[in-house]
Nanobody, 122 residues
Framework: QVQLVESGGGLVQPGGSLRLSCAAR????????IGWFRQAPGKEREGVSC????????HYADSVKGRFTISRDNRKNTVYLQMNSLKLEDTAVYYC???????????????WGQGTQVTVSS
């Protein structure tokens, strides 16, 4: 069974940091681009960041550039999202998914995790 499992969400104050993990089960992440998406209450889902399988190159939404870093550890079959300098507007449920990861766009594929809640609040 193909499965993506997110973890690492939580409650953090503005300016704080969290690291999200996306672990693949039942398949090898090596051959897939993986994206992080988020959805806040009442808002549309948006792409946050993605990382390609071929060369590890990355793409970031303008709203998170310079604050978030995506990485992958193929030995652990896991993709990470390091989130620094968190803002109130980063509050959302974060999902990872297999993705098309282009230079200026990211499109989710068919395999999604269950999501992890990130709440930024003072």
């Amino acid at each position: 069974q193909v499965q993506l499992v997110e973890s690492g969400g939580g409650l953090v104050q503005p300016g704080g940091s969290l690291r999200l993990s996306c672990a693949a089960r039942g398949f090898t992440l090596d051959y897939y681009a993986i994206g992080w998406f988020r959805q806040a209450p009442g808002k549309e889902r948006e792409g946050v960041s993605c990382i390609r399988s071929s060369d590890g190159s990355t793409h970031y939404a303008d709203s998170v550039k310079g604050r978030f870093t995506i990485s992958r550890d193929n030995r652990k079959n896991t993709v990470y999202l390091q989130m620094n300098s968190l803002k109130l507007e980063d509050t959302a449920v974060y999902y990872c998914a297999t993705s098309f990861c282009g230079t200026a766009t990211m499109i989710p594929g068919d395999s999604w995790g269950q999501g992890t809640q990130v709440t930024v609040s003072s």
